[in-house]
């Protein structure tokens, strides 16, 4: 009888485990499930051809970017709809400031620009006690609206070599520059969100801010820093999208903040706060990379691809309530 109990509670203890490891990396197996299946359906259209391959590694990799800095959005419970309109401002005030100043002028005004809007979000949502779904809501359409009125519309064009070839367009040996800047963000947010102090204090805010409060760390200070570390990486993305396609417009990031909030959760972050994973969100971009380069190859028109991301986002949402 003792044998038969000590058996059964076996079996529920490796069956706990396998659903608590099935669930950490369901991620990875959904990538690799999907890889697989373009791999072979596609196998005749060069879907595996390095090229195909480099080209789904450098449409993921400015949407990765922006996934690792939204995990620790996410992860303190807080939101940015922000980053794809901030990402086209920077874009914009970047090209404009290289063909007024040179390099250095451009760098610093594409990550001022990032700063400046963090700042105001930062402020609206800790000082004033806005939602920040309604901060970033608004910031928004004020930096579409700033990014078409100071471009005139128009495509601001980027002439100065050493920038694209660095910002984007560029490699190193075989390897683009866009999949370096994604290794790298990576590996910052990383080390940030697992291996330091600021990263514990992100998760005990999102987790409870009400307990992380009464233990004495600064919650509204820590929401600060994850909405500037926000606007700064999408201004940063804004950037390599003008070094890639070597011209800012007020057009590049539309939309993206629907497929960084789908790949952040997707790869493990939760919608609400408390739980994240860096390398996951990067993994949940590259998921959706290579659905959307299967989807492209399979001759679905973009009105069908809409559809299909808007599906991706339904289902990160059951995901990520469903590992709660």
């Known amino acids: 009888m003792a044998e038969a109990r000590s058996t059964h509670g076996s079996v529920e203890k490796l069956w706990s485990y396998f659903k608590q490891t099935w669930r950490q990396n369901i991620i990875y197996i ?33 949407i990765a970017v922006m996934a690792v800095a939204m995990t620790l959005v996410l992860s303190s419970g807080e939101i940015d709809l922000s980053v794809g ?52 809501l608004a910031m928004m359409g004020i930096a579409r609206g700033a990014a078409m009125w100071i471009s005139d519309t128009a495509a601001i064009p980027v002439l100065n070599d050493n920038y694209a070839s660095f910002f984007g367009s560029g490699n190193l040996g075989p390897i683009p520059s866009l999949l370096l800047w994604m290794i790298v963000a990576g590996t910052i947010g990383h080390v940030t969100l697992r ?38 990486t999408a201004a940063l993305a804004g950037m390599l ?7 800012g417009r007020f057009q590049l990031g539309e939309g993206d903040e629907l497929s960084v909030i789908a790949a952040a959760v997707l790869g493990g972050t939760a919608l609400f706060g408390g739980r994240g994973t860096v390398i996951g969100s990067i993994f949940g971009a590259l ?12 001759g679905l028109e973009y009105s069908q691809q809409l559809i299909a991301r808007g599906g991706i986002i339904i289902l990160a949402v059951a995901l990520s309530q469903k590992r709660s």
Do not use: C, W
């Not at 309109?85 to 005004?109: E, N, P």
């Open 241 to 247: 999208y003008a070094g890639r396609l070597q011209s």
């Open 30 to 62: 959904g990538f690799a499930v999907v890889f697989v299946f373009f791999a072979v359906t596609l196998h005749d259209r060069g879907f595996l051809h390095p090229n195909n391959v480099l080209n789904i590694a450098r449409q993921t990799a400015v």
């Open 195 to 232: 291996h330091t102090k600021f990263g514990r204090r992100i998760l005990a805010v999102g987790g409870n801010a009400e307990a992380a409060r009464y233990t004495g760390i600064r919650t509204a200070r820590i929401k600060m820093a994850v909405l500037v570390i926000s606007s700064m």
């Open 85 to 136: 309109a901030v990402a086209g401002l920077a874009s914009v005030t970047t090209a404009m400031a290289l063909s007024a100043g040179g390099l250095g002028l451009g760098i610093v005004a594409g990550l001022g620009t990032g700063l400046v809007v963090g700042l105001v979000n930062g402020v609206l949502s800790t000082r004033l006690l806005i939602p920040t779904f309604l901060t970033t």
């Open 287 to 298: 998921m959706i990379g290579v659905i959307n380069n299967g989807l492209i190859l399979m």
